[in-house]
């Protein structure tokens, strides 16, 4: 009776080992050398990059959050632009509405920044038609007096169009008050982020047009039906 309660013993420990302790090697190893030689090539990241002068980022390429909605229209450059419907927010930015997009230069170079936008049909004069704008890093230069002014936060950029979407774009400063052009001095080639917060409800941007090395009017003949350039690497 004792041996053969041993022998059962022996023999249900030698299965229990058998059943388990074999199969998760082969397993384990085998499907994992599978995957390795199935994996995909690394992922590919793509960038909105600069060529032949322009810098173009689309309204519809920002991150949006907050009151800030993509609106299709076959008037707007890649048939979107993107719209404020969030209140106004004239005297100080609510981070609620800001948004960003990050982009790539491929030199060091200064660009002046203009945009198309547009104010909507029924908005009066000078409503709905500017937003707060940085880039962070301090890039950003004003005008005045002849001396450059390095741009620490935001500030108010403004400009005026109905109908069609309008090329223009300037500086409204205060203290002292002053308007100036844009520019932003990219110190070398890399990744930078352009930061806008909202500050009028219903203004409407297509997209900004950063451009170097070529008059203005140039830069606006030539972007006003070019997108963005996306390279991907
Ligand atoms: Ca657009």
């Known amino acids: 009776m004792k041996t053969i309660f041993l022998a059962f013993i022996v023999l ?97 170079a200064t660009y002046l920044v203009r945009w198309y936008m547009r104010q909507p049909d029924e908005a009066e004069g000078d409503k709905s038609n500017d937003v707060w704008i940085y880039f962070p890093g301090n890039i950003g230069l004003a005008r005045h007096n002849g001396e450059d002014v390095t741009l620490e936060h935001y500030e108010k950029f403004v400009s005026r169009g109905k109908g069609e979407f309008t090329y223009g774009g300037a500086l409204d400063m205060h203290n002292p008050k002053y308007s100036s052009w844009m520019r932003v001095r990219f110190p070398a080639a890399g990744e930078y982020i352009l930061k806008i917060c909202a500050r009028s409800e219903f203004f409407q941007l297509d997209k900004l047009v950063l451009s170097t090395g070529m008059p203005d009017g140039d830069a606006e003949t030539r972007s006003k039906t070019l997108s963005e350039t996306i390279k991907c690497e």
């Open 12 to 108: 249900s420990l030698a299965m229990s080992c058998s059943s388990s302790d074999p199969e998760p090697e082969p397993n384990q190893e085998s499907p994992i050398i599978e995957e390795e030689t199935n994996d995909p090539p690394p992922e590919e990241k793509c960038y909105i990059v600069n060529k032949d002068g322009l810098l173009i980022i689309e309204g519809e390429s920002f991150e949006l959050k907050g009151k800030w909605r993509i609106v299709e229209d076959d008037k707007a450059t890649g048939g979107k632009y993107i719209e404020y419907y969030g209140s106004n927010s004239y005297q100080s930015q609510n981070l609620d509405n800001e948004i960003s997009v990050k982009f790539k230069v491929d030199a060091a």
